[in-house]
């Protein structure tokens, strides 16, 4: 019986997290539109700064000698690593915005169903996205991708994908203190992009900036999926095991956060409980 209802509760705020993304039309169209733009940036990036796509300076640091390859791999770990922060994120500032957090959080239904209610139609979205992006890049880019190479790096796309919806738990929990988080997202979107290093290797960083990159899950998964499609398992074990290790900790690290920031939420009063 109770797990009828939350199943129930999990289809009501999946259909209306879907009636709200279609009552605006044109967010599908942006969003395919901003994946076609980001692989030509990147391609004319590439042409730019080395005169021609293939750099034996990238096959030296990365193993992929052709730039919109390495490119193309980041962006899909990038955005679908996005989906689960704006969906963690996004689900608690749509509601904050509209009134009606607190009735979300007074239901019955347990919390863990509200936020997956949301994420699963980014989910489905981003599937929709990359049905067309692939054979979109495929024919008017001319991208190379090893099918079973890019088969074999799933499983490790789903360990990152452990981490990052910790990262997005643990984002969702800061937003609960933020009287306007709108300001906050926006940098931390920022801030994922430039340290994911879907555009070029974080090695490339300085110091501190790499050190941080590899902090969050973003970089590591982005890493751990490349090297797995140009060398497969056996030559990807430290970047599995890393991969593995931080995505464990950001579980964790998430959980705890967004159960004490609502703790106390609840009891201090913040926002609009």
């Known amino acids: 019986m109770v797990v009828t209802e939350e199943l129930r509760a999990l289809y009501g705020v999946a259909v209306k997290s879907w009636r709200i ?12 539109m901003l994946g076609f733009f980001f692989v030509g940036q990147a391609l004319l990036i590439g042409i ?20 919109l390859t390495f490119a193309v791999l980041g962006f899909m770990v990038l955005g679908f690593g996005l989906t689960f922060m704006s969906g963690f994120v996004w689900s608690v500032v749509d509601e904050l915005y509209a009134g009606t957090l ?92 430039a340290l994911s290093g879907a555009m070029y290797p974080v090695t490339i960083l300085p110091e501190p900036l790499r050190i941080l990159a590899r902090a969050v899950p973003y970089a590591p998964t982005s890493e751990a999926v490349r090297k797995v499609v140009a060398f497969g398992y056996s030559g990807s074990v430290w970047e599995i095991s890393y991969l593995l290790l931080i995505s464990t900790l950001y579980a964790l690290l998430g959980y705890i956060t967004y159960k004490w920031s609502e703790k106390q939420a609840k009891i201090v009063g913040l926002k609009s409980y």
């Open 102 to 193: 607190e009735y979300s959080f007074a239901s019955p239904m347990r919390r863990i169903t509200f936020f997956l209610g949301n994420v699963l139609v980014r989910i489905l979205l981003s599937f929709i996205y990359m049905a067309v992006y692939v054979p979109l890049f495929v024919f008017v880019f001319g991208v190379r991708i090893n099918p079973v190479g890019f088969l074999k790096a799933l499983p490790v796309l789903l360990i990152g994908t452990v981490g990052m919806i910790g990262f997005g738990m643990a984002a969702a929990g800061i937003v609960l203190y933020l009287k306007d988080p709108g300001p906050f997202i926006n940098i931390l979107e920022m801030l994922v992009f």
């Open 48 to 67: 730019g700064l080395t005169g021609q796509r293939n750099s034996p300076a990238l096959q030296r640091l990365t193993g992929y000698s052709d730039y």
């Open 21 to 32: 993304f279609l009552s605006y039309r044109l967010w599908m169209v942006s969003d395919i």
